[in-house]
């Protein structure tokens, strides 16, 4: 299985939005509504972000926000913050039944 | 709380087996939901390795599959991982969830292992 496509790296100051883009195909992003999202600090665990194509987990802000328009799907910050500069990673359900994960994005917050 | 801790040995010798545990609490694996294996190696990206049901039933990376047996015990609120003939390719973090392989809802902090003689 071939990982999902994400930029390598994005940028935004505080205040301003940010769309990091996931692609894939119509085996895994295209074709389920599985798409989830996770937020990595250095050194930390990842921490579910999104799941589900847009539903947020209880306790993430809702300046976190999910879609998905075809093979592709996306995650945009709003009002960015400080604390939002982390490792960010796609993933998706695939028709083999695993999971695929996206190579992930580095935000900057300038 | 849903916690996961992961436990094993943080070195192992190339071409022989990794052990991992996952011991769970706050939640009954009995009761339901997938458990997986993530791993991370060191400055890259995640690679989901595989998934287990409460009943046993696994689900594995294609590219993993001919090395690893996960095992599942729910009297100790566990689930394992095996990954056998490992070589430096293996060396990295590896974390325990619940959820995959739709999404990983809970992770333990994460545990490295090394593979080097």
């Known amino acids: 299985q071939s990982a999902l496509t994400q930029p390598r790296s994005v940028s935004g100051s505080p205040g301003q939005s940010v769309t990091i883009s996931c692609t894939g195909t119509?085996?895994?992003?295209?074709?389920?509504?599985?798409v989830s999202w996770y937020q990595q600090h250095p050194g930390k665990a990842p921490k579910l972000m999104i799941y589900d194509v847009t539903r947020r987990p209880s306790g993430v802000p809702d300046r976190f926000s999910g879609s998905k328009s075809g093979n592709t799907a996306s995650l945009t910050i709003s009002g960015l913050q400080a604390e939002d500069e982390a490792d960010y990673y796609c993933?998706?359900?695939?028709?083999?039944?695993?999971?695929?994960f996206g190579g992930g994005t580095k935000l900057t917050v300038l | 709380q849903v916690q996961l801790q992961e436990s094993g040995p943080g070195l192992v010798a190339p071409s022989e087996t990794l052990s991992l545990t996952c011991t769970v609490s706050?939640?009954?694996?009995?009761?339901?939901?997938?458990w997986g294996w993530i791993r991370q190696p060191p400055g890259k990206g995640l690679e989901w390795v595989g998934t287990?049901?409460?009943?046993?039933?696994?689900y594995y990376n294609p590219s993993l599959k001919s090395r690893v047996t996960m095992s599942v015990d729910t009297s100790r609120n566990q689930f394992s991982l095996k990954l056998s003939s490992v070589t430096a390719a293996d060396t990295a973090v590896y974390y325990c969830?619940?959820?995959?392989?739709?999404?990983?809802?809970?992770w333990g902090q994460g545990t490295l292992v090394t593979v080097s003689s």
């Open positions: 969830a619940r959820g995959p392989p739709r999404y990983c809802s809970f």
């Open positions: 119509s085996s895994d992003v295209g074709g389920y509504n599985y």
């Open positions: 706050g939640y009954s694996i009995s009761s339901g939901y997938y």
């Open positions: 287990i049901f409460h009943d046993g039933s696994t």
């Open positions: 993933s998706s359900y695939t028709s083999s039944v695993t999971l695929v």
